[in-house]
Structures are given as structure tokens and as C-alpha cells.
């Protein structure tokens, strides 16, 4: 790594680590901490928030005893100070996972080493690797060599800002390829469909009689996004432009043309800012045109009054001498001489204004200078030309960073050299590929740039450090060399080719997290820790992974093997559940901290290369080996080794142990039953042969050596691959049922071959219980099997990814299934009725090769043959696949809480109901009072309203009155008429209008007392 970038990680990482504030008086809910799994998370990453210098005095106090060291009580009566509501347990496993070595005591150096390795990995492999899938191989079928290839961004892309979003919506773009004879192949649907256009169809009439049909030739092909064209450069000079919408429906009618008649276009650029444009051309005598247009969307890239017809093209071309020529305030070109070599290589740069070009001799390369504002006023490019000795090739390719602004150049001796714009010389070297390389390219939104070699090797690298983030091969492309290299930044996508095409699906889009697998290789075995509540899973890689099987998240991937001769091996825990026992890289048993992917301790024994069982049983370690007749029984106290061998048994493709008899099976179904406490073979049998168990008596016993005998190991690639497959072909499994009491109607082995399950009785006078055939397909064999924590279902898994839950409860004992349907041989009698079928279903489409149950949530994990890692319900619901999804255990493997979290819904419920209680245990006399309360207001708003009323009615009739006696005194009085009542006043001698008038007067007051008291009485009574 250079030492510039060092010094800049180094900072990076002291600021990221006293950057960190003190957490110690946050506070955490009780319930939050009643459950393992928040335990490990809250007390982990509040731990790891602790700036490091508190962390050394903290422990510094708790060292009481000053041996340098804390043990598990001294470290959680520490920890209970900082949090008081962490339980016991909590802190008891978070020094576990401090504890490196695992002896029972953290010191201060592995407390810093795991502040370090936390802050270091956290962030998962799959963020560190920017393409963790294999790339995909696909076919054209032409057989010429890519020249090009090109993204073609659609209409309906979506551009919107993707920088603060974690996932990007794949865009299916269509990819184009241009072979060296003119053949375009367009793919489209993520490449998933494609079809054909020959650029040679109406290229050119040909003269009748000539011996001229020099085949077409290709250099290099652009799409211009702004015109929807595509420009493609030929041997014969021309730079043939096609509208893209005709070419990909089949059409491969010409446009127009540009033609060249000093030498062919070698390479092309085409660049737009705002509504100025500039399409650039590098030929074979090392010049460089440029053709400027002020409104490329509006004029195009060059006068149309230019095109002119050509003898014997049916299409209209111009010169480039024409275009040099007629210069205008609109279009304008000019030609810039780089250097005496055929221009390779052509990119323009936006952030420094300038071309990069690089030569075919691989000895120059060049930053042109060219401001597209200043064009007009062109007089002279600013170019800086970087050279090497003559005997060096160091600019093969050549890319630029827009972060750190550096320029890249790639050489024939794999060294990628850094140079700085201002300097001729290289600032920094970064030596990795073997051969050399052909292509550099930089991604925007990564801030990463590529490197493609001719070996097929590709680099990613950090441009921040300089480091390299993956290096992978591109091993299916069958060709020795890679001809063209494509990226497309939004999809973070990398396509090579040669004759065919690879594709490199990086992260980010929504495509990538579904094809994402759990492992790059099949998996091969998978194992779970209930203390830690993880899994580990290993792929023949010899790629272990661990899982926080609670949430599905991906927490440590580490490698115990380098040898592919060494692949694949057994995997188990020790019996403290806190180390893992794997095959090391010298064939070595080793222990490994699975918390942190370190080597503890590795045993000084030469053991075979393809261990088929690991089992620990307190201090003994036994281990058995597909290819060796020996199985290995190590103790680990005191030393004393003893090797076991029988002529029965050629290899040991199983190991189980129940209670003190170790059962080993041989490939071809040889099975010996060994007393652990004298290590004497008690029993013997065939587990598909023979139906019965026999006593092994004095000439039936095994060979126990001493000392370590003479292995026979694989060599050869034949033998290697057979004992690799054994699983997929369906070889020898078995699972111990250890619940079981051992007599001779209770079976205690479950063993199958081929595609059925056999249920033996390990005892004198034993055989085989019962067979079923637990397969649908003829075709179909059992690859793995496992039991449930009660020991009543038996899972299976077969070649052709089906996964079926089994009824044993009955199955294996013989007094509840003496009437079923059996068959007899050498007068033993075998049940061959199938256990109940539970249910079934597709676990994935190739095979299974491991299962199992999770004792703590019966949940179901399967490994398959398709690189995944899934998770299933006992109902065969699919939950998610490792490393794709994510979900939520915690409710299912710590039932407690879910019963909290009833209980307190149920105390909700119950608060309210008490209250609706209360509402209605009010006495009938209070409601009464109250609903009498209620009337009494309404009462007296009524009578308010009322005396408002009638205050206005008295004031009318005063006034009404005064009126009448004015006009009363106004008028004379009149006499009497004959005839009338003399005893009538004289004033109230009716007419017309006095009439009227003293109805009013008489009748008004009646009338407003009777209106007015009416509504009052008639709502009483209401």
C-alpha cells in the first residue's frame, strides 16, 4: 500500500475511534434486556461507543487483583456499574465474545484487538466486496472478437437522485455489441433477450465485376444519447452514423457519413455540457479532430449543407477537409496533432476540460487541454505528454479519478501507475496483475475504478487508499484475453468480452439483493450455536460464514483451508459451544473463535484431507475420514491417543455416538459398534445387506494402535472429486436419535443409502426396525437427515432439493407397529410401512446437503447445492435465504417476552375495561339527578329566553299606545247615527279603518300573552 494512503487510513481510523461518545448514562427498557439476543447487540455496540481511553481506565479499576487480566465475575461487576439493567447472562456472553483465546479471561489486549476488529468489520462482506457474484457467462455465437461494447441508457431511465438511498431500482438498459466484422447484437432485459443487425447490408454498391470486396472492419462505435444515434468508426475511413431505433429494429440504413481520407477513425467521444456539444475523432497518423456545435439539439453536430452524394455510396457523406473549413458561430472544427502514433484510446474529461489520449505502441500518452466555452477563440491545445524508455509499455489504458484527481495508466508489465496532472512522474505504483493490462475504468458513484488484465483478472480498488477492495477472475470466458470492457455506473455493472461476454453484477440495485446467494460456491455443511444464537455455514470454497440466525444478518466470513485438495471437511463445536473444530491448512485439526475468525489452538496431528466426522465427547475427540481406514480417538488431556481400525471398514463415511458406543459406517455399508470405555467393537452389521446386528466376539476385533499409523490420503483429481460428490450421489448418512433407550425393539440409528431410511436396534439381538423408501423420484437419493429436539420428526433431504418432514414417534419402535405391513428375512421381521408423511416441499432447485432444526425456535435450516443458506417454519413457510433477507426469531426462540408483551396487552385491556365498570356501576338515583340537573338548565335557558321575548313585546305595545292616544286627540268627535245604540261610545263607532286598527289594539296584548306562555307550558307537559 503506499504510504500516502496509510498515513490517511490511520487518521481515519483515530478520528472514527476518540470521535465516539460516552454512552454510560443512557438508558435502556428492563423488558429490552430480558432477551439473549438484545443482550449481545445493546451491550455490544453501547460498549463499543466508549472512547478507548475510558475503556483502559475502566479496566484498569476493575483489575482488583492486578493479574492483568478480568474474569467473568470481575468483568460483570464492572459492566453492572455502566449498566445497571444488563443482566448477568448479558454481560457474561459479551465477555465471551471479548475473550479471543477463549481461556476464561479477557486481558487488555484483547479488549483493545476487539475495539479494533469491531470498528474495522463494521461493515459486511458484502459491503466490502463490491461483486460478490460469480460473473455470468453469455453466448453470442459469432466467433469474431467484441471490439465494443455500449450501455443505452432507455427512455423511461430513471435519473432521479440515488446517493441517499441504499437500494437503486435496476435499469434495464439495452447493451450493444460491435464485433470486429460489423455485427451489432443488441440484449436487452438484463440479457435476457437479444437479436442481430449486420452493419455490411447496404453499406455500399458494389462495382459489377470487381475483385475489391475487402470484408468490413471495425474500430470503434459510440451512441450519441442526444440524437439517438449511433456513430461506428471502419477500416475504409468512415464514421458511419445510424439512427439507433431503425438499427435495432433490424434496419441498417446509413444516415450520413463523415469520411477521413488521411487514415481510419481508430477511436471516438462524444461530449455535451448544456447546449454546446463535441464529437471527437482520433485517427491513425495521431491527430485529433473536433467538431463543435453550439446547439447539438438544435443543428446537430455539423452543418447539413455539408452533405454532399459520393460516387457509389447511397448515402450523403462530408469530409473532415470540409469541416475544417467551413467554420460558422454555430459549428466549428479544428485538428490538434498529439503525437507521431496511431491513437488508441480517447476519453474526455469534464472535470479538468481535457482529452486522454493514449498510443497503440503503448509508450505515450497525452492530456489535451480543451475548454468547449473557448473554442471559438481556439489558437493552440495545452498538451502534457507523458513517456516511458523505449524498452517499457506503461499506457496500454489510461482512466481518472474525480475525488483525488489522479491519473491512471495501465502497462504491459500489470503495474497500475498514479500519476498527478501537474508531474510528469509516478507518484505511486500499485503492482498486482500478472499480465498486462487492457482497461481502466472509474465508477462515480463508488468512487472506485477497475482494472482488467489479459489473464482475466479483475481489480477493484479504493480510490480513497488505494487499496484493493476484490480481485476476482472471469474464468468463463474460454478465451486467453479480454478484447473489450464496458461499465455501467448506475447499475454498477461490469461487462466483459472477447468472443463471448461475462457479466459482473455489483451491489446497489434491487436486481443484485435478489440474486445475491449466501455463499460463492454449493454449500457443504451447516451448524448451529445455541449459546450464541449464530450460524455457521461452509461452502466447498472452505468459506466458513457466521449468521445471527435471530435477524438473518451477516456477521463474519473467514477461511481455514488453502488447499484444494483439502475440501471439503466436517465442521462441529467443542462441547463448550464457544469454539469451532475445523480442518486447518496443513491438515490439522484447529480451533477456531468463530466471534472473530482467529485461530486458537491447533493439534499436532496430521489427519486425512477429507474428515467426515468431528465429535467431542468431554475430553476425547474423535475423528473419522472418507478415504482412511483409521478413526482417530484423541485425549485431549493427558495425551493418550489410541487409533482404531477394523477390516470391516475401508473408509468412515458417518460417525454417531449414543451415550458410550461409537458407530461407525464405512462407504460400502460395513457398520462397527464400538465400547468407548474399553474401545472394543461390541457390534457389527450391513446396514442394507443383512437385517441383523451381530455380537463381536474375540476374532471380530478391531487393531487399536499407540502410535499414529501410515495414512493413505487422495492424490488424484478422480478420487478427490467422487469423495466431494459423495453427498450429491447420494452416499451414506445417518443421524443418532439419542433420547431413545437402547433395546432390541427401539431403534437408536437412522441410517440411509440411496433413497431409503433404515431404523436400526444397536443391541444384542437387534436389527433392523423399519425401512421406508423417503424419496418421490426414482431418480432421487437422500443427501442429509436430521432429527427435531424431542426426537419425534425426522427431516430429510434429497438430490433434487425436496425437504420432508417425517411421523417417527411410532416409526422407530417396534412394539407400536407389530402389525404392520413386513417383511421377513433370516426370521427378523422389518416394518415396511413409512412413517406418517408431515408434509413436503421444494427446498431449492438442485440438491440439499445439509439440514437442520433449531432447538430453540423449530425453525428449519437448509443448505443447498444453489449457494444458499434458507430458513423455513416447521410448516415448510419460507422465511428468507441468508444474506438476501432479513426477519425477526426473537418472539419465537425467547417466548417470554411474547408472554410479557400479552400480559401487558391484557393489562391494558383489563385498565379499560374497569373503567367502562365504573361508568356503569353508577346508582340509578345518581343517573336520575343527574339526567334532573340536565332538564333544570335547559328550563331555565328556556325561561331566559322567554323574558328577553317578552320584555320586547311590552315596549311595542307602550309605544302602540302612545300612538293611538295622539290620535285620538287629533280627531273631532262625531254624532251619534239614528237608530244605533246610544249606550256605545261615540269613539267607537266602527269604520273600515278604525275597525281594523282597534281589533289590533284589543286583540295584540291577548295575543303576545297567549304566544308567549303557550310554548312554555307545552314543553313542560313535552
Not at 450421489?729 to 440409528?749: D, Q
Request: charged share 25%.
Amino acid at each position: 500500500m503506499p504510504e500516502r494512503a496509510n498515513s490517511d487510513k490511520d487518521s481515519s481510523e483515530h478520528c472514527d475511534l476518540t470521535s465516539c461518545e460516552s454512552t454510560m448514562s443512557t438508558s435502556f427498557e428492563t423488558d429490552d434486556f430480558n432477551d439473549i439476543c438484545k443482550y449481545v447487540n445493546i451491550s455490544e455496540k453501547d460498549f463499543l461507543a466508549w472512547p478507548v481511553s475510558e475503556v483502559i481506565e475502566l479496566f484498569k479499576r476493575a483489575d482488583v487483583d492486578g493479574s492483568g487480566g478480568l474474569d467473568m465475575d470481575e468483568f460483570s461487576v464492572a459492566m453492572q456499574k455502566v449498566f445497571p439493567h444488563a443482566g448477568k447472562q448479558n454481560l457474561c456472553l459479551l465477555h465471551m465474545k471479548i475473550d479471543t483465546n477463549c481461556d476464561g479471561v479477557v486481558d487488555l489486549e484483547e479488549l483493545l484487538e476487539f475495539f479494533v476488529f469491531q470498528h474495522g468489520n463494521s461493515r459486511t462482506k458484502t459491503d466490502l466486496c463490491p461483486f460478490p457474484l460469480s460473473p455470468e457467462f453469455i453466448s453470442i455465437g459469432l466467433n469474431r472478437h467484441i471490439v465494443k461494447i455500449l450501455p443505452v441508457a432507455l427512455p423511461n431511465r430513471d435519473n432521479s437522485n440515488t446517493t441517499l438511498q441504499k437500494l437503486k431500482t435496476y435499469n434495464r438498459c439495452h447493451y450493444v455489441a460491435l464485433t470486429e466484422n460489423g455485427v451489432l447484437t443488441f440484449f436487452t432485459d438484463g440479457f435476457e433477450n437479444s437479436h442481430r443487425c449486420f452493419l455490411r447490408n447496404q453499406r455500399k454498391k458494389e462495382i459489377p465485376h470487381s475483385h475489391n470486396k475487402n470484408p468490413l472492419h471495425v474500430y470503434d462505435m459510440i451512441y450519441i444519447n442526444d440524437l439517438n444515434e449511433i456513430a461506428v468508426s471502419t477500416s475504409e475511413g468512415e464514421v458511419l452514423f445510424f439512427d439507433y431505433t431503425t438499427l435495432y429494429q433490424g434496419f441498417s440504413r446509413t444516415k450520413y457519413c463523415i469520411v477521413n481520407d488521411e487514415c481510419p477513425v481508430t477511436a471516438m467521444e462524444y461530449t455535451r455540457i448544456g447546449a454546446k456539444a463535441m464529437f471527437s475523432m482520433a485517427d491513425g497518423t495521431g491527430s485529433l479532430i473536433i467538431c463543435i456545435s453550439q446547439d447539438v439539439l438544435k443543428g446537430g453536430l455539423f452543418q447539413k449543407e455539408l452533405l454532399c452524394d459520393m460516387v457509389l455510396k447511397d448515402y450523403q457523406c462530408v469530409r473532415v477537409s470540409t469541416l475544417l473549413k467551413h467554420r460558422s458561430f454555430e459549428f466549428y472544427s479544428f485538428k490538434i496533432s498529439v503525437f507521431s502514433d496511431i491513437l488508441n484510446s480517447l476519453q474526455y474529461i469534464p472535470l479538468i476540460n481535457s482529452y486522454i489520449v493514449c498510443g497503440r505502441s503503448a509508450k505515450f500518452m497525452s492530456v489535451v487541454g480543451c475548454r468547449i466555452s473557448s473554442c471559438l477563440n481556439y489558437t493552440k491545445a495545452k498538451t502534457m505528454t507523458f513517456k516511458c524508455a523505449s524498452h517499457l509499455k506503461h499506457f496500454n489504458c489510461a482512466g481518472f479519478t474525480h475525488l483525488r484527481e489522479f491519473l491512471i495508466s495501465g502497462g504491459d508489465d500489470g503495474v497500475l501507475r498514479i500519476w498527478v496532472l501537474d508531474k510528469k512522474f509516478c507518484q505511486y505504483e500499485l503492482r498486482a496483475h500478472c499480465s498486462p493490462i487492457v482497461s481502466v475504468k472509474y465508477s462515480v458513484s463508488e468512487r472506485t475504478f477497475f482494472s482488467v488484465s489479459t489473464d482475466k483478472n479483475v481489480r477493484i480498488w479504493n480510490e480513497l487508499d488505494l487499496t484493493c477492495l476484490q480481485s476476482f477472475f472471469v474464468d468463463c470466458l474460454k478465451t486467453k484475453t479480454i478484447s473489450a470492457v464496458c461499465y455501467e455506473d448506475h447499475n454498477n455493472e461490469l461487462v466483459l468480452a472477447d468472443k463471448e461476454l461475462a457479466r459482473c453484477l455489483g451491489q446497489g440495485t434491487d436486481v443484485f439483493k435478489q440474486r445475491i446467494p449466501s455463499h460463492d460456491q454449493p454449500l457443504w455443511d451447516v451448524i448451529y450455536n445455541s449459546q450464541f444464537k449464530q450460524l455457521v455455514s461452509l461452502s466447498l470454497d472452505a468459506c466458513i460464514r457466521v449468521w445471527d440466525i435471530l435477524t438473518g444478518e451477516f456477521l463474519l466470513e473467514f477461511s481455514a483451508l488453502s488447499n484444494v485438495f483439502t475440501k471439503p471437511v466436517a465442521i462441529t463445536f467443542d462441547p463448550t459451544n464457544r469454539k469451532l473444530l475445523v480442518l486447518s491448512k496443513n491438515k490439522e485439526i484447529a480451533y477456531w473463535n468463530f466471534n472473530n475468525g482467529k485461530e486458537i489452538e491447533v493439534l499436532p496431528l496430521k489427519v486425512p484431507n477429507h474428515v467426515t466426522g468431528l465429535i467431542q465427547e468431554r475430553d476425547t475427540l474423535f475423528i473419522s475420514a472418507l478415504n482412511c481406514k483409521t478413526i482417530f480417538a484423541l485425549n485431549l488431556q493427558n495425551g493418550n491417543h489410541k487409533y482404531l481400525q477394523h477390516p470391516l471398514l475401508k473408509d468412515t463415511c458417518a460417525m454417531e455416538l449414543h451415550k458410550d458406543t461409537l458407530i461407525t459406517i464405512s462407504s460400502d455399508g460395513n457398520a462397527v459398534a464400538w465400547d468407548l470405555e474399553n474401545y472394543r467393537v461390541c457390534f457389527y452389521f450391513h446396514i442394507f445387506d443383512s437385517p441383523k446386528v451381530h455380537h463381536a466376539g474375540i476374532e471380530n476385533q478391531g487393531t487399536i494402535f499407540d502410535r499414529e499409523p501410515l495414512i493413505e490420503d487422495l492424490h488424484d483429481p478422480e478420487s478427490l472429486a467422487l469423495s466431494t460428490g459423495y453427498k450429491s450421489m447420494g452416499g451414506v448418512v445417518s443421524t443418532s436419535l439419542k433420547t431413545r433407550t437402547t433395546n432390541r425393539k427401539t431403534a437408536i440409528l437412522l441410517v440411509s443409502h440411496g433413497g431409503f431410511v433404515f431404523a436400526w436396534s444397536i443391541q444384542r439381538h437387534g436389527g433392523v426396525i423399519a425401512k421406508f423408501r423417503a424419496v418421490t423420484k426414482d431418480s432421487a437419493k437422500i443427501t442429509c437427515m436430521t432429527t427435531n429436539k424431542t426426537e419425534k420428526i425426522l427431516l430429510t433431504g434429497d438430490s433434487t432439493g425436496r425437504l420432508c418432514l417425517w411421523d417417527i414417534q411410532v416409526f422407530t419402535d417396534r412394539t407400536q407397529s407389530e402389525s404392520a405391513q413386513h417383511k421377513t428375512l433370516e426370521e427378523w421381521h422389518t416394518s415396511l410401512c413409512a412413517p406418517p408423511l408431515l408434509r413436503s416441499w421444494q427446498g431449492s432447485n438442485k440438491g440439499i446437503a445439509s439440514v437442520l432444526v433449531c432447538p430453540d425456535s423449530d425453525n428449519i435450516i437448509s443448505a443447498g447445492q444453489d449457494h444458499n443458506v434458507k430458513i423455513w417454519t416447521m410448516q415448510g413457510d419460507f422465511l428468507g435465504t441468508f444474506m438476501k433477507d432479513t426477519w425477526d426469531l426473537s418472539l419465537s426462540i425467547f417466548p417470554e417476552r411474547k408472554v410479557r408483551r400479552e400480559l401487558k396487552k391484557q393489562d391494558e385491556i383489563d385498565s379499560s375495561r374497569q373503567k367502562l365498570d365504573t361508568n356503569e356501576n353508577l346508582g340509578k338515583e345518581e343517573l336520575k339527578i343527574k339526567k334532573r340537573f340536565d332538564e333544570i338548565n335547559d328550563s331555565i335557558a328556556i325561561l331566559e329566553r322567554l323574558k328577553m321575548r317578552m320584555g320586547i313585546d311590552n315596549e311595542k305595545l307602550k309605544k302602540k299606545k302612545e300612538k293611538k292616544s295622539v290620535h285620538l286627540k287629533a280627531q273631532p268627535l262625531k254624532q251619534p247615527i239614528r237608530g244605533t245604540d246610544t249606550k256605545e261610545p261615540t269613539g267607537s263607532v266602527k269604520s273600515k279603518t278604525n275597525f281594523a286598527k282597534n281589533d289590533e289594539l284589543q286583540m295584540s296584548p291577548k295575543k303576545t300573552t297567549r304566544q308567549s306562555q303557550l310554548p312554555m307550558v307545552l314543553h313542560k307537559e313535552k
